[in-house]
């Protein structure tokens, strides 16, 4: 008998069992050798089946009782990951504080305002897990993005806010149709680090720079008085509403639109899935997707901003939300158009993004992938964007 038995509730690591079996079989194998090649056989499926079961001995002094489990080793990186991430935005968090308290261009910073930028990136993280909007590395990256935004503008986090969960809602909404005419389409979603980096990625390095030039807070858009911090708060801007709007039209327009989608390259009727396809009702959606995240940006400003009767107007921010929405889903259609491949797999009957055997050609080039085109659509929003913005920006 064992020396100890493991409870009946926990995982049950086998490797005991496995090397006893192994045991057991060599003589059978020994002996087939030896029939076939003479004597040692037996001596040599001996040695191959002792040699695991020391293996497996030495090796339990490192990880006792679930040390076969790869599990184990799953939900041990899962913890590490978790511990060293949280630590470094408890680190961020101190050098954030030490520099807003010592520097004299940036303004202190309340301790609620810490709390609230770790605990409720934290919370939504954990809930878009649950729910399998995120999978692991794209809540911990989430967390990460989550909290650079918040510190340095609640306008910054409601966007990012409305962005996640609209997009999270919308990508799960008719998931049944969607299944048949997405080869890629996951469950929930589940984003990944990749992800949540190419359509966050911009945001956050926007913000980083926000919080160095102006520090973390809330100002009035006013190109006249604050001209570079105006800058940077509408290309973060352009760069969320960009990616919700070509989210919205993804989601939306597949399912909802009656006409068959077009390439905006050749105006050719293509297949439902077609990247760089778009439609009306998908158009519309991205304007709404990215007036939705001007919205928020814009509600938050009235809340927060104190001293918006001496600013400049700051109802625009939703019109170029709108705008940012629309024009970044033609960016990204056009990019998906071109630079991404796309065929239609006669096997399965869906359009794919990676050519196979039965796959007829469509359109594009195997360049870059749909993170890519996320990503470059969002940099040339958040380049553009300001500048048109800052021709047609009210003055006070």
């Known amino acids: 008998m064992n020396g100890s038995v493991p409870p009946s509730g926990a995982p049950r690591c086998g490797g005991t069992e496995a090397a006893s079996?192994?045991?057991?079989?060599?003589?059978g194998r020994g002996s087939?050798?030896?029939?076939?090649?003479?004597?040692?056989?037996?001596?040599?499926?001996?040695?191959?089946?002792?040699?695991?079961?020391?293996?497996?001995?030495?090796?339990?002094?490192?990880?006792?009782m679930t040390y076969c489990e790869e599990d184990f080793f799953k939900e041990y990186l899962k913890m590490m990951a978790n511990i060293i991430v949280l630590n470094a935005l408890i680190c961020i968090s101190l050098v954030f504080w030490i520099v807003s308290m010592t520097a004299s261009t940036l303004r202190p910073i309340s301790p609620w305002r810490w709390l609230f930028s770790i605990l409720i990136p934290l919370t939504i993280a954990t809930q878009g897990f649950k729910k399998k909007s995120l999978d692991h590395s794209g809540a911990l990256g989430g967390l990460v993005v989550g909290f650079i935004l918040t510190v340095a503008n609640y306008s910054f986090f409601t966007s990012l806010f409305v962005f996640f969960v609209t997009s999270s809602k919308l990508t799960k909404w008719k998931k049944d149709i969607k299944k048949q005419i997405d080869s890629e389409y996951k469950e929930g979603g589940q984003r990944n680090w990749?992800?949540?980096?190419?359509?966050?990625?911009v945001p956050t390095e926007l913000a980083i720079l926000y919080m160095i030039e102006n520090g973390p807070g809330e100002i009035p858009i006013d190109f006249s008085k604050q001209y570079t911090a105006s800058w940077m708060c509408l290309s973060l801007l352009g760069a969320l509403a960009c990616s919700a709007g070509d989210t919205w039209a993804s989601e939306i327009g597949s399912v909802m639109s009656k006409s068959k989608p077009r390439l905006i390259t050749t105006w050719e009727k293509v297949p439902v899935g077609t990247n760089g396809a778009i439609t009306?009702?998908?158009l519309l959606s991205s304007l709404l997707g990215g007036m939705v995240v001007g919205i928020a940006y814009f509600i938050t400003q009235l809340i927060f901003v104190t001293d918006l009767e001496v600013s400049a107007p700051q109802w625009p921010i939703i019109v170029f939300g709108a705008a940012a929405g629309l024009l970044g889903s033609i960016v990204d259609s056009y990019l998906g158009a071109t630079m991404q491949y796309s065929g239609f797999d006669q096997?399965?009957?869906?359009?794919?993004?990676?050519?196979?055997?039965?796959?007829?050609?469509?359109?594009?080039?195997?360049?870059?992938?749909?993170?890519?085109?996320?990503?470059?659509?969002?940099?040339i929003i958040a380049l553009v964007f300001p500048g048109m913005a800052w021709c047609f920006w009210p003055r006070r």
């Not at 990749?194 to 990625?201: D, H, K, T, W």
């Open 347 to 379: 096997n399965i009957g869906m359009v794919v993004n990676h050519q196979t055997k039965d796959s007829k050609h469509i359109s594009g080039k195997p360049i870059l992938d749909n993170n890519a085109v996320n990503l470059f659509s969002s940099i």
């Open 32 to 64: 087939g050798r030896a029939g076939a090649g003479g004597r040692g056989g037996g001596d040599s499926g001996v040695a191959d089946a002792v040699r695991p079961v020391l293996s497996l001995q030495v090796f339990s002094f490192w990880i006792p």
């Open 280 to 282: 009306f009702v998908g």
């Open 21 to 27: 079996g192994a045991v057991r079989a060599a003589p």
């Open 194 to 201: 990749l992800q949540v980096l190419c359509n966050g990625g």
